[in-house]
Each structure stands twice: as structure tokens, then as C-alpha cells.
């Protein structure tokens, strides 16, 4: 054979195999993934760990639980920088960061729980292997933190180890229990709680997916020995990184007798004031950066009428490049306080302890039963550069049936036009309807990573009140004196925690030039950097335990409006006054316990 005829049976062969090569051709993978194992110290699987995905922005991007073998699995990511904590009770957290997703890649975790020290460590395997390839089990046995896994258990035909693994129906629980006494006032300006009381919450997870959590707050008002109870039921169900949440909370109060003959005449009877809310909350992602959170309440009041209402709430946030986010807000009906994204420790617990504490504001116009109610929309723009951030506000909100607490002389007014407060000692009083618009522009600027300063300055609506005196005993014409407008407010604020001792401390002055006003507006606002009226000083002080106890202990003191400002007298004809209180002065202390 030539050398020719052998050139070309070479190039035959050659054009024959360039098309079945290019059939059996791997596709182009453009997403990868993180999966991972997660083991006690002595090598056992732990299932029902929560394992929490966040993004480059440190925001949450996927949950997921452990199944019965320990393993979770994040699937098709884009390619970029994460970070993967897993928590699970009576373990220390293990915390990875800058995990690097890599088109067609599989970054694996071997996750190592311990009571002292936790570890993760990292592979990055093809996506096409298995979850635990030869080489990675080697990396296993030879590594120090994870030396206890001696040998991996082979699998039987229908897929179970031939160890029986163990399964826990209840993980990841957790709670926080409150002791706290003070010297009644409005808190946050939105509701009222008892002076002296006791509150809990409880969260556990069933089987993993499945959390429910338990609060109460029974308590009583030191000033009127008025007994107040709550109680909040809520169960959320993880389904692909949503957690829709379902919720139920009570609420009772016992009225004073004085109420009771007030209203009717009648010394013996002595109306409760109970209160029913079902609630339904939801988030959805519709695209990247962009989430929605959408929810609606159900309520009933009763107080001698029965009242029913619904309220609706949705808040849209975008995030954007450069570290800036724009979220806007609609609420109708009830306050919201739980939106404000307060980044505290037991935040979820928190959060439910904060909503029982918001009472309804009910208030009595021509003998009957009010309940304030308010409808705002809000936008909100914050970007941070470097260790600067910036805030920019704008509201517009309409409240009907205002409840204004007011101190006015014994029987100024008739029984069907005020009402006794529950826990102050003072009286509330309905101001009427009202509209108001305001905005809020802030910085705060991080010195280091132990101390803050923000300064915020904005318009803001308010109640004040006509500079003359009142001639009648009549509500109307009080509320006719009352009218909505704009008030300019400067606010200071620092956040300093130290670091040897671990004390937080939050103060903050609000200074305004004209001090004819009863109430700031923005009653209803959703964000988290909100401004107080006055001076007020915010401590939580760690207290050091014995490591062999299950809990933490911290002590807290909150003191609002120390200086008594926004106190608006109006003069009356026969030499008395009336006063509308805007924000009354509280002192409060107590003690938690989280385990």
C-alpha cells in the first residue's frame, strides 16, 4: 500500500468519527451547586439541621433541613460567592464563608457539629460525581477535624445504610422567657402592655420542615391592677424556600369597675375586652432581586359592640447594585411592627413577643366602641458606601379614629365620649380622622465595629392643637381645636456596644423647633430606623452564667420620653386645663431568659 492510499484511509476515518464525537459531547453546564453532609462528632448523620444559603449581600438566599442521612443539596446557583450557616440544637453553629459556585461544579461541605468547636470543610468535585467520591472520603479519613468518621457504611439495595440512623421528630428549639416590670406608658407609640408581667416564646421544628412556635404575655398594670393576658399559635411550613405562616393570637383584658359603671350605671358590670386575630403572611421571589412579602389579618373586637375587620399589608424590595435597596409598603388596618427588619438576636421570637404586646387602641365616641385604624404607603431607599449608609423615607398615611391619651378633670366629659386608659391611669380620648405626609433623610455613619451615629431630619406629620381655651365640655369642640400638620424634626442617635462586657445601649434625642403638637405622624411606619419623640435610652446587659446551665441570661432596660416632652395643655375657661399626652413617659426593666 502507498503511502497516498494510507494518507487517505487516515482521512476517511478521521471525517467518520467527527460527527459521533461531537453527538456524545457533554452539554455546557451554567449553573452549579452546593451540597453537603452534616455529622455529630462522632460521625452519626443529623437530620432536621437547618441550613441557611445566603448571598454575597449576606441576605438569605435558601433554606433547606438535613434528611435522615444528613445531606442537603442547593441546586442550580449561578456562578458566585456564598456563605452556608447550619444550626441545630444543643450544637454551636458552623458558619462557611465565600463558598465559590463554579459553572458544572458541586461545592461539597462536610459539616462536623460539636458542643465546642464546629467545622466545615470544602471540596470542589465535578457536579457530575456523587456526593461522596473516593477521593473525598480519603480527604475525610485523613483530616484531623473530622478523624472520628472511620468508615463509611455501604448502602443496601433500597438505598438505607445498614445502620439504623437516628431520627428526631423535634429539633432546632429554642425560646426566650421575659420578666418585666416598669412604670406604664404607650409602647412605640402604637399600643399598650402591662406594667408588671411575664412573657415566653417557643419555636421547635418537627421533622424539619415544619416549625411552630408558641408565645404568651400575662401581666397586669401596676397603677390599676388591671390583669391582661395573651397568647400567639403560629406554624410555617418550608415548600422550595418559601415559608408561608399561619397565625392565631388571643388577647383579654379585665376592665376596672370604674368602666363598667361608667358605660351602664351599673357598679357590678364590668365589660371584657377580647380581641381574635388569624393571620396569614407569605413571601414570594418574582424575579432576581426582587421579593415580595404579602399578608392579611382577621380580627374581631369585642368590647360591648362586636366589631370586624380585615387588614391587608404587601411590601415590594429591589434589590440593587451598589449595596442600595428600595422596598415599598402598603399597610391598611392594623400596625405592622413586625416589618420593621430590626436585626436583634431570637429575632423571629422577638418579633412574636412584640406582637402581643400591641393592644388594639380602642377609644368611645358617643357611647360607642372605636378601634384606631390607619392606611399608609410608604417607600423607603437605603445604600450603603463603605462604612456610610444612607436613608431616604417618604410617607403618606390616613388614620380614622385616633386614639389620644388625655388628662382631663373628673367628669369634663360625659362616659360615652372617654375612656379610662387600661394601664396608665390616664384616659384616651378619640380625636377624629386625619391625613398626613412627611418624609425623613438619614446617615449613619459605622466607627468601627462597636459604635454607630445616625442623624436623621424630616417633615413629618403631627396633631397639634389651636392656641386657645376651651369654653364647653363639649368633645366636639376639642376635637375641632385638634388638626392635622407638619412639624420639622432633627434626631440623634447612637448604637455603642462594648467589648469586653457585652453591654448594647441605643439613645436617641428628638429636637424639634415648635412644640404646640400631640402626636408625631407616621404612626403606622414599617421601618426599621424609625425616630422616637424625646430622649430615650434603650440596655441590654449579657449576664455571665455558668456554662453547665442550658440558657443565657441578659437584663434590659428601656426608658422612653425621660424628659416628658410633646405634653400639649390646653387651658379652659374656668381656670382648669386639659392635657394631650403624645408619647406618656415609661420606665421598664427585665430579665430573659434564652435557651
Known sequence: MTRKSVASLFLSLACLAVPSLSRAGPTLKLSGAIAGKVNDSFGIPQMGATVVLYNRQDRIFQKAFTDERGEFRFAGLFPDAYSVRVTLATFVPAVKRDILVQPGMRSVLSVNLNSLFSTVQLQYPTADNGLMTDDWKWVLRSASATRPILRFLEETRDGNSTRTTRTAAFSDTRGILKVSAGEGGLENGIGNQPDLGTAFAVATSLYGNNVFQVSGNVGYGSQTGVPAAAFRTSYSRDMAGDSPEVSLTMRQLYLPAR???????????????????????????????????????????????????????????????????????????????DLSGDAVADSDLQRGLNTLAVFPNVSLRGGRTKVQRGEEYEMVYTRKIGSRTYHLSAYRESVSNQALSIVAPVGFYTSGDILPDIFTGNSIFNAGNYQSSGYTAAVTQNMGEHFSATVIYGSLGALSAANRELVSNSPDELRSMIRAGRKNAATTRITATAPRTGTHMIASYQWTPDRRWAMPGNVYSTEGLHANPGLNVVIRQPIPGLTMLPWRMEATADLRNMLAQGYLPLNMANGQSVLLVETPRSFRGGLSFIF
Open 259 to 337: 368602666l363598667g359603671a361608667a358605660v351602664t350605671g351599673n357598679e357590678s358590670a364590668m365589660p371584657m375586652l377580647r380581641t381574635m386575630t388569624a393571620g396569614f403572611d407569605d413571601h414570594a421571589e418574582i424575579a432576581d432581586g426582587l421579593k415580595l412579602s404579602y399578608g392579611i389579618t382577621m380580627d374581631a373586637v369585642s368590647f360591648i359592640d362586636h366589631l370586624n375587620y380585615v387588614s391587608p399589608y404587601a411590601r415590594l424590595s429591589y434589590t440593587m447594585g451598589g449595596g442600595g435597596q428600595l422596598d415599598f409598603t402598603f399597610t391598611s388596618g392594623n400596625a405592622r411592627p
